[in-house]
C-alpha cells in the first residue's frame, strides 16, 4: 500500500479537485481536517462516494491513520493568507511537512518560489529531518515555478510575456477570486494602519473594508490590467462575474486567456513513479 502526501495553498483547490476526478487514479483519498480544508472537504463530498474519502482529525501516530487502499492521496492544505509573509509561509510547509511525513512515502509540495520565500524549501526540510522524498512543482525546464500563476500559465516564458505586454498586471485565477479579500486585509497590516489611513484620506475614502484596502494597495502599486486565466474548468458565469466585478471596483482593463493544468498533473503523475 502506497501514500502520497501533497500539501497545497487554497488557491489550487478547484484545479486538485477537478484532476483527482479526472485521473480517479488514487484508490482513497484522505484530507487533513483544518479551517482551510473546509471547502475542499465540501466538495470532495460532493463529488466522490464517501467510501474513497477519509477525513484526517488525528496526525500524531501513523495507528491513527492506517492505509487502508493500494494507493491513496493525503492532502494537507494550507492557508491563501501566507503569501504575505515569506518567514511564516516557510514555517508552516516545514511544521505541514513534519506533521504529514510519518503518514506518507513522498511529499509533494504545490508551490512555487512565491516571491522567492520558498527559493531554499528543499534545503530547509532536508534541515528540519524531513527524510521522505520531496517533490516541488516544476516547469518544462526542471526549475521550480516563481508561483502559481506561473504554475497556470506554464512556463515563465509565458508569464514574462504577459508582463512585458503591461507591467501593471494582476493576474486571476479562480483561487484567487475566491479568497482575495484574505490577501487585501494581510496587505493591508503588513502597510500598516498609519499608512492605510493616509492612503485613505489622499483618495477621500472613509471606511477601510476589504474592498477599500485593496483599492488603496492598487492605487499605490499602479495595477492597469486584470488578467483572468481561463482553464476550462471553472463555472464560467460565476467566475467571469466575480472577474468583472473585481475589474470594475479596482477601474483595471479586463482580459481573459487560456491557462493550462499540464504543470499540476505532470507533477502529481512523476511523483507517483518511483513511489
Not at 16 to 44: A, G, P, R, T
Not at 227 to 246: Q, R, T, V
Request: charged share 35%; with cysteine; glycine share 4%.
Amino acid at each position: 500500500m502506497k501514500r502520497l502526501g501533497v500539501i497545497l495553498c487554497e488557491v489550487f483547490e478547484e484545479e486538485i479537485l477537478y484532476l483527482l476526478e479526472k485521473e480517479d487514479v488514487f484508490d482513497k483519498i484522505i484530507i487533513v481536517n483544518n479551517e482551510s480544508s473546509k471547502y475542499f472537504q465540501y466538495m470532495l463530498e460532493k463529488k466522490f462516494n464517501h467510501e474513497k474519502i477519509k477525513i484526517a482529525r488525528e496526525l500524531c501516530s501513523p495507528r491513527f491513520l492506517k492505509r487502508e487502499s493500494p494507493l491513496e492521496i493525503l492532502i494537507y492544505i494550507l492557508p491563501f493568507y501566507l503569501h504575505t509573509s515569506p518567514q511564516e509561509i516557510k514555517t508552516q510547509l516545514i511544521n505541514a511537512s513534519k506533521e504529514i511525513e510519518k503518514h506518507v512515502d513522498k511529499l509533494l509540495l504545490l508551490y512555487g518560489l512565491c516571491g522567492n520565500s520558498l527559493s531554499d524549501i528543499q534545503n530547509l526540510l532536508k534541515e528540519n529531518r524531513i527524510k521522505v522524498p520531496i517533490d516541488i512543482l516544476l516547469d518544462e525546464k526542471k526549475e521550480i515555478v516563481d508561483d502559481c500563476i506561473c504554475a497556470l500559465l506554464g512556463s515563465r516564458e509565458e508569464y514574462a510575456k504577459e508582463l512585458y505586454k503591461e507591467g501593471g498586471t494582476w493576474f486571476m485565477t479562480i483561487g484567487w477570486s475566491r479568497h482575495w479579500d484574505k490577501i487585501a486585509k494581510e496587505r493591508a497590516e503588513i502597510l500598516g494602519p498609519e499608512h492605510m489611513e493616509q492612503l485613505a484620506e489622499r483618495l477621500g475614502i472613509k471606511k477601510l473594508d476589504g474592498l477599500e484596502n485593496l483599492k488603496l494597495i492598487f492605487d499605490h502599486t499602479k495595477y492597469k490590467r486584470l488578467l483572468a486565466l481561463e482553464l476550462g474548468i471553472e463555472n464560467n458565469s460565476e467566475y467571469k462575474s466575480k472577474c468583472e466585478d473585481f475589474a470594475s471596483c479596482l477601474n483595471l482593463d479586463l482580459c481573459y486567456r487560456k491557462g493550462t493544468l499540464e504543470l499540476i498533473e505532470s507533477a502529481i503523475k512523476e511523483s507517483l513513479i518511483d513511489l
